[in-house]
């Protein structure tokens, strides 16, 4: 089983609103990601979590919270976002671990949001 | 900085007519170059791993190789279905992820 499962599918949301993302793999992969991408563009890593602690963020602004609460789910709360925070999030897990290589990241389907 | 640029841009063949895309890529620390395949409003599908220069990776109709500046992915008779993005990215020593712009292909039937 190589599934890493994201809900919802589909997000509309105010820009007062709090929402999250939800991101949740049985691989047992210790690595797990979260991208941005735009429409026609490659995804940009967002946040890197490793054995459950942030370990990469990449400059992201404050109003995007990622959270990591065990080594299966990847939260990502959203908070006063923007019209341009539109795009599909994609969340991605690999294996990590002592001694072993890291291996290819493997994609959920996404969420598409867009903020209104 | 890890670079990965990916050409062409856009491609259409006919069906049955082979081709190659072309990934090159600077990175600190190769630890992996991988090729995915992106269906419009999906997720990435993981397609191979390269680890070293002169590997080969193939399914199907698509053949994956590897030397120490540039990836190709060649697809041989390719079909309508195999229209989408093909996406390119390396891992470096620190695990970041890098992807190339990706190319668009669209097989005719």
């Known amino acids: 089983d190589t599934e890493v499962t994201q809900t919802p599918k589909h997000l509309v949301m105010g820009m007062t609103n709090k929402k999250s993302l939800k991101c949740e793999q049985h691989m047992g992969h210790r690595a797990m990601y979260w991208y941005k991408q735009k429409a026609k563009k490659p995804p940009e890593l967002m946040f890197v979590?490793?054995?459950?602690?942030?370990?990469i963020n990449e400059s992201v602004p404050s109003r995007f919270s990622p959270e990591c609460p065990n080594s299966s789910l990847l939260n990502l709360h959203l908070h006063a976002l923007q019209p341009e925070d539109s795009a599909l999030y994609l969340c991605?897990?690999?294996?990590?671990?002592?001694?072993?290589?890291?291996?290819?990241?493997?994609f959920g389907q996404g969420t598409r949001l867009t903020v209104v | 900085e890890d670079q990965v640029t990916q050409s062409p841009e856009a491609l259409r063949l006919q069906e049955g007519e082979s081709s190659s895309l072309n990934c090159s890529y600077t990175?600190?620390?190769?630890?992996?170059l991988f090729w995915y395949r992106q269906d419009p409003g999906k997720g990435p599908e993981f397609l191979f791993t390269?680890?070293?220069a002169g590997e080969e990776k193939e399914k199907e109709r698509l053949k994956a190789t590897l030397t120490k500046k540039e990836s190709f992915l060649h697809i041989t008779a390719p079909k309508p279905e195999d229209s989408a993005t093909y996406l390119c990215?390396?891992?470096?020593?620190?695990?970041?992820?890098?992807f190339g712009g990706g190319t668009r292909l669209m097989v005719k039937p």
């Open positions: 390269l680890y070293s």
């Open positions: 990215a390396v891992r470096n020593a620190g695990n970041m992820l890098t």
């Open positions: 990175v600190s620390g190769l630890r992996g």
């Open positions: 979590y490793s054995y459950e602690k942030l370990s």
């Open positions: 991605a897990s690999s294996v990590r671990g002592e001694g072993v290589m890291n291996t290819e990241a493997f």
